[in-house]
């Protein structure tokens, strides 16, 4: 057990629809961070939160967006949903921001997202 | 544009004996960090071993270390006597600061399988 958190771990949608991940830390982890693994492209980095700031950006479609809330939790909304979104989605957290994706991660369970 | 290449998607090897993964990359950054994550059936993703790319010494980490090539863009993973609980995908990784921010690259992973 990592110390991070996932919650949903699965979920089933519809395109066109809208939904929320939501990630909880490592306690004293101030770090984190979004992936998405599918089948055709892999683990892709999507973006990076530092204490509540956007540190860093991968490929991360602009239907997507994330935040990090005061309490260090971080939500990875997804909108209009397309089938190719369906994915596994994990968040991994670390305890700096000074050397960002250098630091060691600790990766949760992942959410399995089906688009139907 | 940063990329990494594991050449082997499939690899097998008998209980007790050794394996070594492959993984090559390419970046013009001269201040990175090259990871392997192993993905068990769990789905998981857990950090196996990380090396600076400052550090001529190669990592190790009990039965896992690396054969790191600078010259050659190379970050090769020897697994000494592997075990069922090997078993799993395993991802290599190049982590760049650039322009003051940092990008995460992942290969597109080899699966190790440990036969008794």
């Known amino acids: 057990d990592s110390g991070v958190t996932q919650t949903p771990k699965h979920l089933i949608t519809a395109t066109g629809q809208r939904v929320t991940l939501r990630c909880s830390p490592r306690?004293?982890?101030?770090?984190v961070y979004w992936y998405q693994q599918s089948l055709d492209q892999g683990l892709q980095f999507l973006i990076q939160y530092y204490n509540g700031e956007e540190r860093a950006k991968g490929n991360i479609l602009e239907r997507f967006s994330a935040q990090q809330f005061p309490d260090l939790h971080s939500e990875l909304n997804l909108s209009s949903l397309e089938l190719g979104d369906s994915a596994l989605y994990f968040c991994?957290?670390?305890?700096?921001?000074?050397?960002?994706?250098?630091?060691?991660?600790?990766f949760g369970p992942g959410t399995r997202l089906t688009v139907t | 544009a940063q990329t990494v290449t594991q050449s082997q998607p499939e690899m097998s090897v008998q209980e007790a004996e050794t394996v070594t993964l492959s993984c090559t990359y390419d970046t013009s950054e001269n201040n990175y960090y090259l990871f392997w994550y192993k993905q068990p059936p769990s789905r998981q993703m857990i950090l196996v071993i990380r090396q600076e790319a400052y550090k001529q010494q190669n990592a190790t980490e009990n039965r896992f270390s690396v054969n790191f090539q600078k010259a050659a863009k190379s970050f090769s993973l020897k697994i000494s006597d592997s075990q069922l609980g090997d078993t799993a995908m395993y991802f290599c990784a190049c982590a760049i600061t650039q322009g003051g921010s940092e990008k995460l690259v992942f290969g597109k992973g080899t699966k190790l399988t440990v036969n008794p």
């Open positions: 991994a957290s670390s305890v700096g921001g000074v050397t960002g994706l250098l630091d060691e991660q600790y």
């Open positions: 306690s004293g982890d101030l770090s």
